[in-house]
């Protein structure tokens, strides 16, 4: 049975950006007014990609594909701490085990969590929020991440002050809107190094979404004391798991099994900024600002084009392990598709923006996307 659907961007107010940026005007967020071919663009590729599902006979969301899917990331995250508390083990068995167990968290959270909190797994909302509700395993919040990733970053992709992805910390900069600092030169070194630190910068850094969200009109009604309750229960359940019960139940010293609980969120950490990063801030991801009117001279859909990229579409093992966050162009289109699809609709996207005399930034290989990422960060920490 096809399912017809449509996608455009969800209606936000700002978030408080932690410095001054140089768009106009910061406070307001913009308003995307189409140029003719963009709008032209988003009809014809709704009414393309809805007719591939139809003529399929099959539906947009997941398939039993992702049951097996389901099952090993569930499997690479959770099996190692198991056997690290109920099978004896040398340091070094224990330290790989953890890294095993980063490879799988950064599998649930790109595999698992991702499309479920998109409503992209399932046509049953349970079935999308118990599979969503394995961010809490990574020690994070569901509405904290929705309210960052599907509210802000889907909507005003690359933007600032919206774009939490694009808004880092002065260490980094990774917007051409953002101050430029010495410490940025060399960037392209030492972003590697900081994104080992993104699941627990995450972990602190919920408190002060959570704050933010607080602050946002549309999130007035939540019970906001109840909610720091819930999350710092989750984060003080998530580390009794992987440090309170190793160092009860196991031989391991504490400084070994807190290397253990590092080299586990460093190894999710690498992977999942790694990969976040190559959709957004390499060469050809534009990052416009809104005129002084707050106006982005764009339709949605055809900023989402600009502002986004592929890569690696033919290598079927990146796109399986990475949960097809190589085809983010397809999935900032249509975030409730399964990524399973991807592949399939992706020609369709690229042909119709080909059409239309419209940008599809795609880098061929995830090594040629890592490279335009080191490029660009260059380029950025330069002021080029």
Known sequence: MAVVFTFGPVRTLPMESPEPVTIHPPQKAPKYVSNGAGKQFGAAVRQRVNAYFKEAGINHRADARMGAKVAVMLALFLVPPVLVLTVPMPWWAYLMSTMLAGVGMAGVGMNVMHDALHGATSRHRWVNDLLGSSMYMLGSDVFVWKFLHNEAHHTHTNVLPQDQDINAPG??????????????????????????????????????????????????????????????????????????????????????????????????????????????????????????????????????????????????????????????????????????????????????????????????????????????????????
Do not use: C
Request: a positive charge.
């Open 171 to 384: 260490v980094m900069r990774f917007s051409e809107h953002a101050p430029l600092r010495r410490v940025h030169r060399l960037q392209h070194v030492h972003a590697f190094i900081f994104y080992g630190l993104l699941t627990l910068a995450k972990f602190v850094g919920d408190y002060f979404s959570m704050a933010r969200a607080a602050r946002h009109p549309k999130h007035q009604d939540r019970n906001y004391p109840l909610a720091y309750l819930g999350m710092t229960g989750v984060k003080l359940l998530h580390l009794f798991v992987f440090i309170g019960l190793p160092l009860m139940l196991t031989s391991f010293t504490w400084w070994q099994v807190l290397l253990g609980f590092l080299l586990m969120h460093v190894t999710a950490s690498v992977i999942m900024g790694v990969v976040f990063q190559l959709a957004h801030v390499v060469e050809g991801a534009e990052q416009p600002a809104p005129d002084a009117e707050g106006i982005i001279a764009a339709d949605w859909t055809e900023h989402e084009l600009r502002t986004t990229a592929d890569f690696a579409p033919r290598n079927k093992l990146v796109t399986w392990l990475i949960g097809g966050l190589n085809y983010q162009i397809e999935h900032h289109l249509f975030p409730y598709v399964s990524h399973l699809h991807y592949p399939a609709i992706a020609p369709i996207v690229q042909r119709t923006a080909e059409e239309f005399g419209l940008p599809y930034n795609v880098k061929p290989t995830t090594r040629q996307a890592i490279r335009s990422h080191v490029r660009r960060l260059y380029a950025l920490g330069r002021g080029l």
